[in-house]
């Protein structure tokens, strides 16, 4: 839920930069809008829906996590001429990247993930929340890509994030936030 | 009741075709960053 707050913010600041400009705010133009449905509904399925989670394997969970992220890269891609888009892009392709290298999931060391349970009790390589999964350290490829990041301890909302997330909420806020300065005052 | 219909279905009219597509924009860029992003908040734990 971390990234969401990226779109409110970014939504906002165009908001304030059409309104600098003296023109109604204008949404990004964006193609190929129907990959997004078709590329999260599988994530929606295996993540979302509890009952149907529990009934499908890691491996197939993997595996319909990585063909959905790859569509959804495409799309980006497609959109890459749009403010911001290339470097949620980017962002994206990190997050792609470690998962792919770590059996489809995004890793996370027991030490950062008993930051958000401490009552956490699952030997390592059990999966852990939506998309994580409970690797070491030493057992994880580009362990620099991980959700290692957390805020400071005492912030009320303890959340662990990677890389890539950063680069994602700051290009959607880039391209939320990006208002034409050329057609100003054209109303 | 027929009343409330009319209400509606004017109401429905007034839907400007621009607020449905920005509706579906902002619902496909929530899906876009919830799909390639992968925070944890260890809210969605599966024992």
Do not use: C
Not at chain 1, 7 to 28: D, E, T, V
């Amino acid at each position: 839920m971390v990234l969401l707050p990226a779109i409110l913010a970014g939504l906002l600041a165009g908001m304030a930069r059409a309104r600098s400009f003296g023109r109604p705010y204008q949404l990004p133009e964006l193609r190929f809008l129907w990959l997004v449905f078709i590329a999260f509904l599988p994530q929606f399925a295996i993540l979302y829906l509890p009952g149907l989670r529990r009934q499908i394997p890691d491996s197939w969970s993997a595996i319909l996590l990585s063909a959905s992220q790859l569509i959804l890269l495409g799309f980006a891609w497609l959109n890459r001429t749009r403010p911001g888009m290339g470097i949620l892009f980017a962002g994206a392709a990190l997050n792609f990247t470690i998962m792919a290298a770590n059996r489809g999931f995004m890793p996370i060391s027991p030490r950062t993930a008993g930051r958000l349970d401490p009552d956490l009790d699952v030997p390592p390589g059990s999966r852990f929340g939506l998309k994580d999964i409970l690797l070491p350290p030493e057992a994880t490829r580009f362990e620099w890509l991980a959700d290692r990041f957390l805020p400071p301890a005492w912030f009320p909302y303890q959340v662990a994030f990677s890389a890539g997330d950063v680069l994602i909420a700051l290009g959607v806020f880039v391209l939320l936030a990006h208002q034409d300065a050329s057609t100003r005052n054209s109303t | 009741m027929k009343n409330q219909l009319n209400l509606l279905a004017l109401s429905a009219s007034k839907i400007d075709r621009r607020h449905i597509q920005a509706f579906f924009l902002m619902v496909s860029l929530v899906m876009l960053v919830l799909g390639v992003g992968a925070p944890e908040d260890g809210g969605g734990n599966i024992r």
